[in-house]
């Protein structure tokens, strides 16, 4: 039976406001998002195209260019496998103390960066609790590089985590009971069903961690070392250009940083939904 529409044929809007609301999220939007973008332009636009060449491909930015890229991609490929094993467990399985670990999964995104900076680099620190057994090892984490790596998979491991998380929770049992009595072993149920459901969200997770360490500051440069050329990431460089009042090289390096970003964010979303729309192709 079809519903006759509303006099006037005017449909009415679940939500009232819209306007209202369309107008202050669009304000919003603009106050947080596009009047900073908008100001990092306005700062390099000043700047010639050499000028801004020179700035952005100087051989110390250079180096910290080189030593954010593989931090940020080795973090982002720990925390891969880490996020995903965390969203299996958290979902899959219940234990004692569940709630509590799910909890803790948000703990980076309350944490002030600096808090956990300084926290990691006295945990990993030769004398510390943790870095006291590495050492026995010969491993050194605090003011290192591998410090840098450490401090950007904590901050960035509940992209993963809570991007497969929910996809993880919707998917259907009965594929997986069809399977598994047609003969199919756990890990053949794995590969060929829950995967291919989980891949896109876990390549997310994983862009969005990567690109989160990309601007990554607070939590690396107390554990980093931050010695040029080795140690020294690129919004630390972004900082050092804004303590010699070199305001537009900063915006010109912050600027790289961001382009990165959107083309990484653009790309996985344009991957995601060929991926999705081919999936359901079949």
Avoid: C
């Avoid at 529409?5 to 919003?28: A, N």
């Avoid at 106050?31 to 332009?41: E, K, N, R």
């Avoid at 680099?121 to 026995?136: I, S």
């Avoid at 997770?205 to 690396?220: I, P, Q, Y």
Wanted: hydrophobic content about 55%; proline content about 5%; overall charge neutral.
């Amino acid at each position: 039976m079809s519903v006759a529409p509303p006099k006037g044929g005017r449909v009415k809007r679940v939500l009232p406001g819209f306007s209202l609301s369309l107008g202050i999220s669009l304000l919003f939007i603009s106050l947080v998002l596009l009047l900073p973008v908008t100001g990092l332009i306005v700062q390099t636009s000043g700047m010639s195209l050499a000028e801004y060449w020179v700035v952005i491909t100087d051989e110390r930015v250079m180096a910290s260019y080189q030593v954010t890229l593989w931090a940020a991609a080795i973090a982002s490929v720990i925390n891969g496998m880490v996020g995903l094993l965390m969203a299996w467990v958290l979902v899959r399985y219940d234990f004692w103390g569940k709630r509590l670990v799910d909890a803790l999964m948000d703990l980076p995104f309350a944490l002030p960066t600096a808090v956990a900076g300084i926290t990691l680099a006295a945990l990993f620190a030769e004398n510390g609790w943790y870095g006291q057994y590495l050492a026995e090892l010969g491993i050194k984490v605090a003011y290192t590089p591998l410090g840098i790596i450490v401090a950007m998979s904590f901050t960035s491991l509940p992209f993963v985590v809570r991007t497969v998380q929910p996809v993880l929770e919707d998917l259907a049992p009965e594929d997986e009971e069809a399977a598994m009595s047609m003969g199919a072993s756990d890990l053949t149920v794995f590969q060929r069903i829950i995967f291919p459901a989980l891949w896109p969200a876990l390549m997310t997770g994983v862009a969005l961690s990567f690109t989160r360490s990309l601007g990554e500051f607070g939590a690396v440069i107390f554990i980093a070392g931050n010695t040029p050329y080795v140690s020294e990431i690129t919004s630390l460089m972004i900082f050092v250009r804004l303590q010699e009042f070199d305001y537009a090289a900063a915006s010109a390096i912050a600027s790289v940083v961001l382009m990165a970003s959107l083309v990484l964010l653009l790309g996985i979303n344009l991957w995601q939904a060929r991926y999705l729309k081919r999936l359901h192709g079949r």
